[in-house]
């Protein structure tokens, strides 16, 4: 059992270039997520899917953008990098509720091992 | 607005001694409580959770936490502590209903050293 892997694990970039985080599940999990991690800042919510083709706003969307073109994998992409985006980032996946209304429905996140991204 | 507090950022033990971290939140609906661990390099690994029932709740490696509504607080503790249990601890609230896509909510992190 793989659970969620990212890929890459580490990456060093220079401001203005792109590049894209690749974030896979193989639980089969309707929902997923991009979160970044910040000493002292805990995790921030950057975007998230609660399906194939769906995505969201969380927290802290700006600068980066996803896709869910697959249910399996959840693309992050930086378009043009900034040293504000160094970070540590993290995807998770969860099961959607348990049906509609009925409280402890929601289903725990599992994460994936981070991705550490330098941005000079 | 929803918010975790975790008011203890470092915490030192000794092994073998029990341990509490500290959770207050802040939340417009039922809750739905979490405690991550993160070992250093790794991921967020659950060690329990909590929405309703038993206000004490059992979770892995021997850790529990207590809900107490009045206090707004979800407090993890464990009676002894062992030298793995270093690592980063995370608070999280999210919904306890389904809807809006099921986000949660962080604590800044407490970290927890042991001295042996």
């Known amino acids: 059992n793989a659970g969620v892997t990212q890929t890459p694990k580490f990456r060093v970039l220079k401001t203005g270039q792109s590049m894209t985080l690749l974030c896979a599940q193989d639980?089969?999990?309707?929902?997923m997520y991009w979160y970044r991690q910040d000493p002292g800042m805990g995790l921030r919510l950057i975007h998230y899917?609660?399906?194939?083709?769906?995505?969201a706003k969380g927290e802290v969307p700006d600068g980066y953008n996803v896709s869910r073109l697959k249910k399996q994998n959840f693309l992050l992409g930086l378009e043009s990098a900034a040293p504000s985006q160094t970070s540590v980032y993290f995807c998770?996946?969860?099961?959607?509720?348990?049906?509609?209304?009925?409280?402890?429905?929601?289903?725990?996140?599992?994460f994936g091992d981070g991705t550490r991204l330098s941005i000079l | 607005a929803q918010s975790v507090t975790q008011p203890d950022i470092h915490i030192t033990v000794s092994e073998g001694a029990s341990l509490e971290l500290r959770c207050n939140y802040s939340?417009?609906?039922?809750?739905?409580l979490f405690w991550y661990v993160q070992s250093p390099g790794q991921g967020l690994q659950l060690l329990l959770k909590?929405?309703?029932?038993?206000?004490l709740v059992q979770g892995i490696k021997g850790f529990e936490a207590e809900f107490k509504r009045s206090q707004s607080s979800f407090n993890l503790r464990k009676p002894s502590v062992h030298w793995s249990d270093a690592a980063e601890y995370f608070c999280?609230?999210?919904?306890?209903?389904?809807?809006?896509?099921?986000?949660?909510?962080f604590g800044t992190g407490t970290q927890l050293k042991v001295e042996l």
């Open positions: 899917s609660v399906g194939e083709g769906t995505t």
């Open positions: 999280a609230v999210g919904p306890a209903r389904a809807g809006g896509g099921n986000k949660l909510t």
């Open positions: 998770a996946s969860s099961y959607p509720p348990l049906g509609q209304g009925r409280v402890g429905s929601n289903q725990p996140q599992h």
């Open positions: 939340y417009g609906a039922t809750p739905y």
């Open positions: 639980m089969n999990h309707e929902y």
């Open positions: 909590y929405f309703s029932g038993d206000t």
